[in-house]
């Protein structure tokens, strides 16, 4: 219903692709997509820095601090070198097929090696930093529910290859309830070759992926549990920069860089542009943001290669002590199978006395699918399971007062019962975590730079005709599409007939804004500013005050705006609150 977290994956268009090159010199608030699809909210200042390395040598490919197999640079084939892949006429039906199935395009995947090499995407940097002799023993957990056969097996190999064996402690594999054939008996045989080194798992019921990482981190043994995707490929000396920064201080979580592998052509490109840092943010709705880091953030480093703090991460790839994990309650039990536990986990470590970091010499690729192919399972649940699962975190970690944000931002669960979160709150009250305002405003200040506080809702839900059946719709289209609203049949199910207009005039659908557009009405990315033009009189005229005109139905089922006229039927609308629950 283009209200659902990560699942609304808006992908790359060409221009998009563009725009990545371009973003220097861009220089209006319309965020930017990354190869990961994330918005990135605000173009980069670019820095440059002289970068003194002092006496050290570059070491050795082998050697601890740039690990990489020995005979990595000689491999030749399809995809070598992060190359993408052609996919002929011929195999296009079979890999549209297996796209709806995967999610991504496996012909393509099935040509290239599992142990194919990938660009080095580090800063140059990276090859110069040494690290502890000594460090904890990693578990790498890898949970998949009906993944494809290359992609799964090639995220086996790559945690293989590109980590120091006596620091891959193993490989933990937990399957949540897989029905496809092939990750049966095959993959029984596949992990045996391995000699014990790689451990599978295997969930008697569908668990969603929270509780069956939890459930990985139980069956792990090593002194660090790192979690990655089922479909990842590990660059060189990916490993050794996460468990140091452990080494160092058992309570930071350690988030890799996270490259694009390309869904369609498998194409391995760098996240962002060289110098270029980020780290993770919200709006208030808890869609995952990526924003340039603060300069505040920036001065406590004397390299851009040196990790530096987050608020939060995309949730997936990312490594941690393995008691501490423990310690902190795992993930929240009640969270559902996919979706908030990236704000959870983070929140909770942040606000109970830990913190999450982010590792520019680690770097890890990722599949980014073009759809989700996968269903939610049995679990049912009145509200999506993703918004169930941020009103358990909001509920748990927010303070009264922005909460109140939260239901601003989606006021149709506003009231929703959470199931039980004594627990939580308990844990929250023995370990003295401090408040979330101490976290937006300390650690998380680029929140508020980017997505202020949101004003009252006037009003909220359907836009339906004062006197007819006919409500406004978006049709799904994107911001930045062009296209225009309509009005249809009234279906009272909310999606895109959901509006909400705050008290200063900012019309919004989830989290874009509505702008008239010519003669028409249009999806835009929202100002920072959160205020608007609409005003809805009692009357029933729905005024776009800066231009003085007003929102009509045509017959045709068209929205148009046209100079108000206060005895027009069709100029009357209502706005009809709209809960699912
Ligand atoms: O019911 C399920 N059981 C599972 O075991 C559903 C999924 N899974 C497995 C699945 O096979 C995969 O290995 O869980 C893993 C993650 O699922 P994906 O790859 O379908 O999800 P995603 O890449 O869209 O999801 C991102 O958001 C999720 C929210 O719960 C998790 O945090 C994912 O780990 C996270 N992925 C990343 O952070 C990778 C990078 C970027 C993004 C976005
Ligand atoms: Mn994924």
Not at 404 to 421: D, H, L, Q
Not at 518 to 538: H, K, N, Q, R, Y
Request: glycine residues 8%; proline residues 6%; aromatic residues 12%.
């Amino acid at each position: 219903d283009g209200q659902i977290g990560r699942t609304e994956k808006d992908f790359l268009s060409n221009q998009d692709k563009q725009n990545i090159h371009m973003y220097k010199g861009h220089s209006s608030l319309r965020p930017i997509k990354a190869p990961n699809g994330v918005d990135i909210v605000q173009e980069e200042d670019t820095i440059h820095k002289d970068h003194h390395y002092g006496p050290r040598q570059v070491m050795k490919p082998g050697e601890l601090g740039n690990f990489e197999p020995r005979d990595y640079k000689i491999h030749t084939g399809p995809g070598e070198g992060g190359q993408p892949i052609y996919t002929s006429m011929e195999e296009k039906m079979a890999a549209d097929r297996s796209l709806r199935e995967f999610g991504f395009n496996m012909i393509a995947s099935d040509k290239i090696a599992m142990d194919r090499t990938i660009p080095d995407t580090r800063m140059d940097e990276c090859k110069y930093w040494h690290y502890p002799e000594k460090l904890p023993t990693a578990s790498v957990i890898i949970v998949f529910h009906n993944e494809g056969w290359s992609t799964l097996v090639r995220t086996v190999h790559s945690v293989i290859n590109m980590s120091p064996p006596h620091l891959l402690h193993e490989v933990v594999m937990v399957d949540d309830f897989s029905s496809k054939v092939h990750l049966k008996q095959k993959l029984d045989d596949y992990v045996k070759q391995f000699d014990g080194k790689v451990k599978l798992y295997r969930n008697k019921e569908r668990l969603g992926l929270i509780r069956t990482r939890t459930l990985g981190a139980d069956y792990s043994t090593g002194d660090v549990i790192v979690f990655l995707d089922a479909h990842c490929e590990c660059n060189r000396n990916w490993l050794v920069p996460l468990l140091a920064r452990i080494a160092y201080d058992r309570t930071i979580l350690a988030v890799p860089f996270i490259d694009g592998i390309d869904w369609d052509n498998f194409r391995y490109s760098p996240v962002y542009q060289p110098g270029q840092l980020f780290r993770g943010i919200f709006e208030w709705g808890f869609l995952y943001k990526e924003n340039s880091v603060p300069q505040k953030e920036r001065n406590k480093h004397q390299y851009t290669s040196e990790p530096y703090w987050s608020p939060t991460h995309a949730g997936g790839l990312f490594a941690m002590d393995r008691k501490y994990f423990f310690e902190l309650g795992a993930y929240d039990p009640g969270l559902l199978i996919w979706g908030g536990e990236n704000f959870e986990l983070s929140f909770k470590i942040w606000q109970c006395g830990g913190s999450v970091e982010w590792v520019p010499c680690s770097r890890v690729g990722h599949v980014y699918r073009n759809s989700m192919p996968y269903g939610f399972g049995n679990v049912q649940s009145k509200i999506p399971i993703t918004l169930a699962n941020y009103m358990r975190v909001v509920e748990v970690w927010l303070d009264d007062e922005y909460k109140e944000y939260f239901y601003t931002r989606e006021p149709a669960v506003r009231g929703f019962p959470v199931s039980n979160i004594t627990k939580q709150l308990e844990f929250k009250k023995t370990h003295n975590c401090k408040s979330f305002k101490w976290f937006i405003e300390n650690i998380a200040y680029d929140v508020l730079e980017k997505f202020p506080y949101p004003p009252r809702n006037r009003a909220w839900g359907e836009i339906k005709q004062k006197h007819g059946t006919m409500c406004w719709d978006t049709k799904g289209q994107r911001a930045g599409g062009g296209g225009y609203l309509d009005v249809t049949p009234c279906h009272h199910l909310g999606g895109n007939q959901m509006f909400r207009l705050n008290v200063a005039g900012q019309m919004a659908v989830g989290e874009r804004c509505i702008e008239k557009s010519g003669e028409g009405v249009t999806i835009v990315f929202c100002p920072v500013d959160p205020s608007g033009p609409w005003e809805l009189a009692d009357n029933g005229l729905l005024h776009h005050t800066k231009s003085g005109t007003c929102a009509e139905a045509t017959g045709q089922g068209k929205l148009l705006m046209r100079p108000c006229v206060a005895s027009k039927e069709s100029q009357k609308w209502e706005i009809n609150e709209i809960r699912t629950w």
